[in-house]
């Protein structure tokens, strides 16, 4: 007699994703796919995928999918909300999309309260483009644009958007969490439910920033890059749970 | 006893897997995929403990687990 | 019709759009339409719609931009800083081929310029305005009246031919307060510029894959090729809306020795130059857009057969102009044609008199 002990979950098409080895959107989506389908909201989800290496989330995940233009991505779900409220809207988006030219977008949408629920990609760099700096990059983090390393005198200081967003009284959930150890992926998996829970209650903003790895621009082999995560970006981007009134009435 | 299956067209050799296997029983073979990876398998099932850690880490949804009972 | 009602053209725009069954506004707030959002903030609720007021004019057009993609009628408005704003909004909603509204009631320009009327985004409005290849239907109302029936036009055309559609006005149109009859909406389905066409079912919005398989509205097309004939099938919609959109209002030009051309409040203006040419016995006729984009060349094309002179006039540098002198050449050499300019640019607005003035000037 057998048993599957663990399966793909049909909230993921069937396909090999076109993700660099070892990348954490591969997991993201995971996670997110099952926690959707696991909670029955599968068709009942619209999903708006930013720009970014995620663009292509449409052609992993198994639901209704517009792209936005970049960093408009909380604007185009907070509007699809509105038109269709009983649906489970999400906004998945990278460093660049909601921390840099998306930082009013996310703001506003957090601050309005917008029953959405954010996956935010922190992997400290602008993937898609080959590796820029990013709103989430370390101070003296080499990238293609901080070539001696960022210097935190002229660009500043990591953003931090998980603790940021918590300081919202719209937004209701805010956390943390990482991708590169069975323990971690199985809290993400929490977090997730949990800021999807927030949305269906219609109690108001979720969001979950997720610390991936991203070895092919951090020029690092995958393991390097958990040795960087656990050594270096971890101790910036601390994991955990910022804000959780999931337990309010709705508003 | 437990059977973990790697489907060798999602591997790439990301080596996540090995990493995290409390039992070190995941390797990288020498067998190349269409797309030029080297797939990760797992030598030796019979040490396997269902743990699930290698499917969990996998970016690529490339591993399944199953579980046969007598 | 309604019965008249005496309203500024700002809230007659958002009174007939919400006639039209549009449920979703977001905007922001710049002079000279702010009267715009602010009504929309209290009649929307009320019709049981959404008012948002976005934190910006980008975030507003995409708010446009998903609320099309779930399916619903939704509208922006703005000024023309505005509407450079949402210029990358607007761009990916013709390559999604989302439909939705945009109104521009222009002010002076470049830069902040001023808040006085203008037309100085006739360019940005017909030539794209945001990058790629599309275009807009570009609809220039010159009464209160127009606006309000235009308005209603414009998203019964933005769902016909899943295309956003642009309300160019100014801000005189804007401000002034005019009698208005409201069309009824099913009424003016079949007389306005639908012209009774069915409009097709929104089978492509994104409301849940529920008993079916998922849907994908994007503009990201790398495979080889794909996006090339994106483009020509947009080509060919817009082709299709060349060969049957075009409509222009045309006075008195089969006689005319000197043709006068206008669009919006320029051509308002115009329309009282031309009375008082012919009372003075000047054979004078007016030509004047209402689809500015696609721009009615063979209209005009014929009426240079007979017509070899032509006043332009707008509120900017010269820039319908250029279709003008496009439409002339079809039917004759522009070597043989007069084609003069009463340029008014940053918040000018012309009077009967100087265009009388300019015309005498042209006849001689």
């Avoid at chain 1, 991708?179 to 903003?205: C, D």
């Avoid at chain 3, 109302?141 to 127009?146: A, D, G, L, S």
Wanted: charged share 20%.
């Amino acid at each position: 007699m057998s048993r599957q002990l663990f399966a793909r979950t049909p909230g993921l098409k069937d396909t090999v994703t076109t993700y660099c080895s070892g990348c954490g959107h591969g997991v993201a989506h995971r996670l997110l796919a099952e926690a959707i389908e696991e909670s029955g909201a599968r068709e009942r989800t619209v999903a708006v995928a930013p720009v970014g290496c995620a663009v292509y989330g449409y052609d992993y995940w198994n639901f209704d999918t517009t792209e936005a233009a970049h960093g408009r991505t909380p604007a185009v779900a907070a509007a699809i909300k509105r038109v269709l409220p009983d649906r489970l809207v999400i906004s998945y988006q990278g460093d660049g999309d909601l921390a840099s030219i998306g930082l009013a977008e996310i703001m506003h949408a957090a601050n309005r309260g917008d029953r959405i629920t954010v996956i935010f990609i922190n992997n400290t760099n602008y993937g898609m483009t080959g590796g820029q700096m990013a709103p989430t990059t370390l101070a003296g983090q080499v990238t293609t644009t901080t070539p001696l390393g960022r210097d935190s005198a002229t660009t500043g200081q990591p953003l931090k958007v998980a603790e940021l967003l918590a300081t919202l009284p719209g937004v209701k959930y805010a956390a943390r969490g990482a991708l590169h150890k069975p323990g971690l992926v199985r809290k993400a998996k929490s977090l997730i439910q949990k800021a999807l829970a927030v949305q269906e209650a219609g109690l108001g903003f979720s969001v979950v920033e997720l610390v991936s790895l991203c070895p092919t621009n951090w020029g690092l082999t995958t393991l390097q890059s958990v040795e960087l995560v656990e050594k270096q970006i971890v101790p910036v981007f601390p994991l955990g749970v910022f804000k959780d009134e999931s337990g309010a009435k709705a508003e | 006893m437990f059977r973990v299956k790697v489907d060798p067209r999602r591997c790439k050799s990301c080596e996540l897997c090995l990493a995290v296997c409390p039992k070190k029983i995941m390797v990288i073979t020498h067998e190349r995929n269409e797309h030029g990876f080297h797939v990760a398998a797992c030598r030796d099932e019979r040490e396997c403990t269902g743990c699930l850690a290698c499917a969990l880490v996998c970016p690529d949804v490339a591993i399944e687990i199953f579980e046969d009972k007598d | 019709m309604s019965a008249p009602m005496f309203m500024k053209g700002n809230e007659a725009m958002a009174e007939a759009a919400i006639r039209a069954d549009c449920r979703f506004y977001f905007g922001y707030p710049i002079t000279p339409q702010n009267e715009v959002p602010a009504y929309m903030s209290r009649r929307m609720p009320e019709a049981g719609g959404t008012f948002l007021q976005a934190e910006s004019e980008l975030a507003a057009i995409n708010m446009v931009f998903g609320a099309a993609v779930a399916g619903a009628r939704a509208m922006t408005s703005s000024s023309s800083p505005g509407i450079s704003l949402k210029q990358e909004g607007i761009s990916y909603m013709a390559a999604c081929e989302l439909p939705g509204v945009i109104a521009n009631i222009m002010r002076g320009g470049p830069g902040l310029g001023n808040i006085s009327p203008s037309q100085s985004d006739y360019f940005q409005a017909t030539r794209g305005g945001g990058h790629g290849d599309y275009r807009l239907i570009v609809l220039a109302p010159h009464t209160v009246t127009e606006l309000a029936e235009l308005t209603m036009d414009a998203f019964d055309l933005a769902d016909y031919y899943r295309n956003p559609v642009m309300i160019l006005g100014d801000g005189l149109l804007g401000q002034m307060m005019e009698k208005v009859e409201f069309p009824e909406p099913e009424a003016r389905r079949r007389t306005g510029l639908l012209r009774g066409r069915p409009l097709p079912p929104k089978d492509w919005a994104l409301t849940g894959a529920q008993g079916r398989p998922p849907r994908l509205i994007r503009s990201l097309l790398m495979q080889p090729g794909v996006l090339e004939q994106h483009n020509f099938h947009l080509a060919e919609k817009y082709a299709r809306i060349e060969r049957d959109e075009p409509l222009a209002e045309v006075i008195g030009c089969e006689d005319a020795d000197v043709v006068l051309a206008g669009f919006g409040t320029s051509a308002r203006v115009a329309k009282q130059a031309r009375e008082m040419l012919r009372a003075r016995g000047i054979k004078a006729g007016l030509f004047r857009p209402i689809t500015l984009w696609p721009f009615p060349y063979a209209q005009l094309a014929a009426i240079a057969r007979t017509t070899r002179r032509f006043l332009v006039v707008e509120m900017n540098l010269g820039q319908m102009i250029e279709d003008v002198q496009l439409a002339v050449a079809r039917e004759r050499s522009l070597k043989d044609a007069t084609i003069a300019l009463l340029p008014r640019p940053g918040g000018g607005v012309p009077v009967p008199e100087e265009i009388v003035d300019k015309t005498l000037e042209v006849l001689r």
